[in-house]
């Protein structure tokens, strides 16, 4: 007999739902902030962040990454090219674009402009006076001076060290959750065979104790790394290169990383629940949607009505704020309250395109009576209910 295999219908393939892609700043952005969250993504408010700081921010992080990649290279570095550069530099910001979950897409992160350029940009911001008694101006000044050389110098005190990438991208998933990103920089140690990951931040001033025992972004830079180069373990050597503090700050201690776990379990889950709580802080002065906010774009205007009302130099406290959030229920009543205080109609108003008045409205049609129906004929002409009384 011949040998007959049995036909076997195949399962239909089953479309899986696309899973989120994270950044760390999405992930900052909850813990900051639950309702700040809510309105950049999932309600998609996407607005550029062009303030001040970011703008120094990225300048910093070009000549720093520069430096690095020289330094890979074995290359000489040459500085006066540098500092020209970091005053002359132009590149125009384009406009950001966005995936769909809410992260921007590689190469239109915004424009680099050199010192030359920031002056004009922010005329007053630039020079304004810190806590500390200097600007960005005078900071950008030390830094193109003395600063510029700190991480050649720092390599050369330190021959054990090597510097593996800069911006070095990323992709890990974490409880099946995708974390997308880019490293500033990553170090080798051959004395001890672990991996150092810095982060450069262009801060005043270094971080308080309490912002070092267990920072979120070197957790999720370790699953990284960790991944990125097999290993068993995580590193959990970590520094804040602060070059306007001339130091390096080390983060971490001793269970970071279950720390950091438990910490990322709680934003993921939060987010899961939608567990949007708006949290009003010192923070509402820089952001995108707080009226306290005075580079405060357009776009951002009318969409949050729980901001701190701090002010640097200001009288309120930092937990003063507009409205209070009472619970979702109140949420839209506080809202209407809010457009009306913007300036906006508190119901917007209905267009009717229905009808148009214009012409003048037709008779409607006489309806002709219609004939009665005939009663039906009992079944077999005798009453299908046999005479019974209902």
Known sequence: MPNITP???????????????????????????????????????????????????????????SIANKIIAGEEIDYDALRKEMYEIDIPEKEPEYDADGNKKKGSEGGIYGVNRLQKMFQEEFFELDNNGTSYFTKCEEYRERGIYRLENYMKAHPELSIVAVEKEFTVEYKGNIIHGYIDRILFDSSTREYIIEDIKTKGKPFPEDKLKTPLQFVVYSLAVAKLYGLYGYPTRFNYDLPFCDMRQAAGTPGVMNRGFKKMDSIFAGIKAKDFVPHPSPLCHWCEFSPTNPNQPPKGKGLCPYYSLWSPGGSHKAWECDHKWEGNEAHEAIMEQFRVECGEPATPAQVVHDFDFSDEAEPPAEEKPKPAKKPKQPIGGRDPFGGLDF
Do not use: M, W
């Open 7 to 65: 036909f076997v219908p195949k399962e239909p393939l089953v479309k899986q739902p696309k899973k989120t892609r994270y950044s760390y700043s999405r992930l900052d952005k909850y813990t900051e902030c639950g309702y700040r969250y809510k309105l950049v993504y999932e309600d998609k408010n996407y607005i550029s962040e062009a303030g001040v700081a970011a703008a120094v921010g990225t300048l910093i992080h070009y000549i720093e990454e």
